[in-house]
């Protein structure tokens, strides 16, 4: 069985560059707006997008920009300061993907981005693993929705944050105490599978029992 390296549900990852748009006068404009240069002719910011492994999906201010008819105008921006937006903190703000926009005058800033936030090989595996895409969470895509399988046991879903791969085996770190199966912890090292149940269809299982009829269970 091979396991495709894409990107699909976060194919925001093919151009990390973003800006998001603010009306004038919009209360949301952050208080921060005003420490880059040329903040009173911009109504935008642009953003660098990257994953923190622990703090999820996050984005980098650049600058100040002006962003109109989908032209998009971009200001000097700080170095004095480093401003990181999280994204379940700006869910419902309008934010544009510029995906032929390469920003040479930020570079120094993209790079120490590289430098601190640069995950491990198998972290980056498991990122490229577009089989599952569908369970990781939106905004911490290291974090994988698990079926937690004991055939003695209520199967339940715990979250996991993968850390290496060799697919079709996963190993993380459980983020949640189960509720239902026993002898497992918050925080315990554990190790799942992609299990293929239909044509082109897998889910992600953590099996007590690997004798257990899981196939029968997800197909009903």
């Not at 105008?73 to 170095?79: I, S």
């Not at 379940?88 to 930020?106: F, R």
């Not at 120094?108 to 369970?135: P, S, V, W």
């Amino acid at each position: 069985m091979s396991y495709e390296v894409a990107w699909t549900r976060f194919s925001w990852l093919i151009s990390p560059i973003y800006i998001i748009t603010y009306r004038q006068n919009d209360p949301h404009i952050p208080d921060f707006f005003k420490e880059f240069p040329n903040y009173h002719d911009a109504n935008a910011l642009l953003l660098y997008g990257y994953i923190d492994h622990e703090a999820g999906l996050t984005f980098e201010v650049l600058s100040a920009a002006r962003h109109e008819n989908d032209t998009t105008t971009l200001f000097p921006g700080n170095d004095e300061i480093s401003v990181k937006l999280r994204s379940e903190s700006i869910g419902d703000e309008e934010i544009v993907l510029l995906n032929k926009l390469t920003p040479n005058a930020y570079d120094e800033k993209i790079e120490q981005i590289h430098k601190f936030y640069k995950a491990d090989k198998g972290i980056e595996l498991c990122r490229k693993i577009k089989e599952l895409d569908a369970y990781r969470h939106a905004d911490y895509p290291d974090d994988v929705a698990v079926i937690f399988y004991d055939q003695e046991k209520e199967p339940e879903y715990c979250w996991v944050r993968c850390e290496d791969c060799q697919p079709p085996r996963f190993f993380g770190t459980l983020l949640n105490e189960p509720k239902i199966i026993e002898g497992i912890h918050k925080n315990d090292k554990v190790v799942f599978n992609l299990i293929e149940v239909k044509d082109g269809f897998f889910v992600a299982v953590f099996l007590r029992w690997y004798s257990t009829p899981i196939n029968e269970w997800l197909t009903k």
